[in-house]
């Protein structure tokens, strides 16, 4: 029998694995910290009652046997952050887990079909450049092949801090027939909005762009206006154009730039040569790539005027991913019941169940951020808020299991 302690004081024991000096917490991957945290989450998923078990890369899962299919319904978040990040991101969600599971199993007995909470690793890519390390793992995305090469910011090679903390063997792919997590919403959307649940649709695909701008360099003094092939102005104007097309263009569309690298980057020289990025972010791949096509026949347009070429490389093409429908109206239809407001709302941020969802029907539920912070000591929500998210969590577990 575990002792009852609130959510709070379960988020602030799990935060004590990385604590910072401003109350943040850093808890990399395969760092003494972490594995603190992964043994403490394992005894305490084993107090629950559950049998545990730590994959080969490190993701500690916990499980109760159903008593009717071998079905598997996976629950759980990330147990990594960012450096100096806060105590709510991933960790909140891995707590939500083992709290709603191990309630389930005290209150109502062994599930129809088989419940496993999950503390999965390397989420963020903080500390290897592999995010979604364990849930792609899971999925069979990733195998050992994947480590090769792969160093930290100190030259520390994967597989070394991996071996380092006991955990050896080849990644294999795990059977999940399910998969539902609990995150905090990194956003503005449910605190401006006063909704104490978000109702995930989709969690948006992405591209990334690098856009090189070749112009000449000439005399800031000496070169009349109309003479210059100017690449900073040229990016300048496909900056703004490339804004107004996204705000025209869908109401979640998304579109960023937000580094520059001016060459030669000196007060009285025009700029030849000026590379931009630009990140672009909708949950429909059509919206996404017509609004590319948009903004590059503009950009086409823009060159020509100002007598500059120019070139595209991208860099990264996610898909969106949409989460199961038909759970989300089950959802809706007991957030009702119960009066708890809720938002219906598209994740622009990336999370495991985007891993998940791309095999599986996935569920993905938020609960409000203050201010939107995150991946900072000052990540807050309210505890009744917390608690809310583990009712829901704990009731569309039990809709799914038993
Ligand atoms: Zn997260």
Redo the contacts with the bound molecule.
């Keep these: 029998m575990m002792i009852k302690t609130t959510v709070q004081q379960q988020v602030d024991w799990l935060a004590q694995f990385g604590l910072t000096e401003d109350g943040g917490v850093t808890r990399l991957l395969y760092t003494a910290e972490w594995q603190q945290a992964q043994q403490a989450l394992r005894t305490r998923m084993e107090q629950g009652g559950l049998t545990t078990d730590i994959d080969a890369v490190g993701n500690v899962f916990g499980r109760i046997e159903g008593t009717q299919t071998d079905d598997i319904i996976l629950t759980g978040?990330?147990v990594d952050t960012v450096v100096n990040g806060g105590k709510l991101?991933?960790a909140y969600?891995v707590i939500a887990s083992i709290v709603a599971v191990t309630e389930l199993l005290e209150e109502h007995g062994r599930p129809k079909k088989t419940l496993e909470v999950v503390s999965l690793c390397e989420?963020?890519g903080s500390r290897f450049p592999l995010t979604f390390w364990g849930s792609r793992s899971v999925v069979g995305q990733y195998n050992l092949a994947h480590m090769d090469g792969v160093i930290d910011q100190h030259g520390i090679p994967l597989h070394v801090a991996r071996a380092a903390c006991g955990i050896d063997g080849v990644p294999t792919v795990r059977r999940v027939n399910r998969f539902v997590e609990l995150?905090?919403e990194?956003g503005q959307v449910l605190e401006r909005k006063q909704k104490d649940i978000g109702v995930v649709t989709h969690i948006v695909g992405q591209r990334r762009y690098t856009i090189t701008i070749r112009g000449e360099s000439n005399h800031a003094g000496t070169t009349p206006m109309p003479y210059r092939q100017d690449a900073l102005v040229a990016a300048a104007t496909c900056i703004a154009r490339f804004t107004e097309e996204a705000n025209a263009f869908d109401d979640t569309l998304v579109a960023t730039t937000g580094q520059m690298h001016i060459s030669p980057n000196v007060p009285n020289v025009i700029a030849n040569d000026v590379k931009f990025t630009l990140d672009v972010r909708h949950y429909d791949e059509a919206t996404i790539i017509a609004y590319c096509e948009k903004i590059f026949s503009a950009l086409a347009e823009i060159a020509a005027q100002h007598g500059v070429t120019y070139g595209i490389e991208q860099w990264l093409d996610v898909a969106p991913v949409a989460m199961d429908a038909h759970v989300n109206e089950w959802v809706k239809t007991y957030l009702q019941q119960h009066d708890i407001s809720y938002e219906e709302m598209v994740s622009g941020?990336g999370?495991?169940a985007q891993v998940f969802g791309e095999v599986v029907p996935t569920t993905l539920l938020f609960v409000p951020s203050k201010d939107g912070i995150?991946h900072s000591p000052k990540e807050y929500t309210a505890a009744e808020q917390l608690q809310t998210g583990i009712d829901v969590l704990k009731a569309v577990l039990y809709q799914l299991a038993y």
């Design positions: 978040s990330h991101d991933g969600g989420e963020e995150h905090i990194q941020a999370h495991d995150s």
